[in-house]
């Protein structure tokens, strides 16, 4: 049963990286004091946060009581951009929870996430062994719309969010000062990286380029951030010590990350993980390939600074799982 060791092992490890993040945005969770060594992406963080607590209710029903009381701080419009470029098994809940959030805050910027959905009638919430969790009392209406069965959600306004120095904090801080839109993302972007032009800024934060186009050239006025011409390309970059120094963040070696491509390699694990109920075969070679080639891709294109990340193929399940765990270990401050 080496495959369900296994999904045990990386659920507990997803949802401890996880539950670090919500319980620093606010929720009150009794994770340990880690410190992660990378800024929070908010919508990254809903897009996995909602399959892996499918094994986590409590979890689960404390992330949306967060959205209930902190939505406005979600870009709903990057968020169904990133679904519109990249598949998250958590589209279909995703859904669901903009359909509850829309109905019981009013918030029509949730309106916009809602689908109809085109799976047949599940638990939402599963045990570790992929079985249905029992369920108590009434559903509730709204998720079983969405072919979600699941108990009433009790609501709570008991988050309390402080934004402190921590850089991880970083692009939190930057939409409550300059709201939740592309420029913040932009000015995120190019704290992080050592410059950027609007083509490769548009592709990792999942805004359209004449967007993010027309904001650089107005910020680029402000005299705030520089422009610098490099053949055909004019690429952008900012005095990071003055912003760092504005913005009453420490200064930190964090580098970019592409989130929203890394969370969605742990998505592509977890999918086959829970695709592989009661089985002890392996996959044949040349599926296991494909599939370690496929997550290898993904996390080449997060950035993310990791031992032969760009080669990262193997001919063996076990180590190339190993492998996938002290990855999620390097995430954390040492």
């Known amino acids: 049963m080496w495959h369900n060791n296994y999904r045990d092992k990386f659920l507990e490890k997803l949802s401890s990286l996880l539950s670090t993040q919500w319980k620093m945005l606010g929720v009150p969770l009794t994770t340990n004091p880690e410190k992660i060594n990378f800024v ?56 669901a929870v903009a359909d509850f959030l829309a109905t019981k805050k009013n918030q029509p910027k949730w309106k916009g996430l809602i689908k109809e959905s085109n799976h047949p009638l599940q638990s939402l919430f599963l045990k570790k062994d992929l079985s249905e969790y029992p369920q108590f009392g009434e559903d509730e209406p709204i998720f079983r719309k969405h072919n979600f069965t699941r108990g009433k959600i009790t609501l709570r306004n008991n988050i309390i969010l402080e934004v402190t120095d921590n850089p991880s904090y970083q692009n939190l801080k930057l939409r409550l000062l300059f709201g939740v839109n592309t420029r913040a993302e932009i000015i995120n972007y190019l704290l992080l990286a050592e410059n950027g032009n609007s083509n490769n800024i548009s592709r990792e934060t999942f805004f359209y380029q004449k967007t993010v186009y027309d904001i650089l050239k107005e910020l680029n006025l402000s005299n705030l951030v520089f422009s610098t011409k490099k053949g055909k390309a004019v690429n952008f970059q900012l005095e990071k010590e003055k912003w760092y120094s504005f913005l009453n963040i420490k200064q930190n070696n964090f580098y970019f990350i592409n989130l929203v491509y890394l969370y ?3 998505d592509l694990i977890l999918q086959y993980l829970m695709s592989q109920p009661n089985n002890n075969s392996l996959l044949s070679e040349y599926n296991f ?29 076990q180590e190339f799982f190993d492998v996938i765990l002290q990855l999620i270990d390097s995430l954390y401050k040492p």
Request: no cysteine; charged share 25%; proline share 2%.
């Open 264 to 266: 969605k390699g742990f």
């Open 40 to 95: 929070i992406d908010i919508e990254a963080l809903i897009l996995l946060s909602l399959t892996v607590f499918r094994f986590y209710p409590r979890i689960f029903d404390e992330v949306i009581n967060w959205l209930y009381s902190n939505g406005t701080l979600v870009n709903t419009q990057r968020l169904k951009n990133i679904l519109k470029a990249e598949s998250f098994a958590s589209k279909e809940i995703v859904s």
């Open 289 to 317: 390939l494909k599939l370690s080639q496929k997550i290898s891709e993904y996390l080449a294109r997060s950035y993310l600074k990791f031992p032969h990340i760009k080669n990262f193929v193997f001919s063996k399940e």
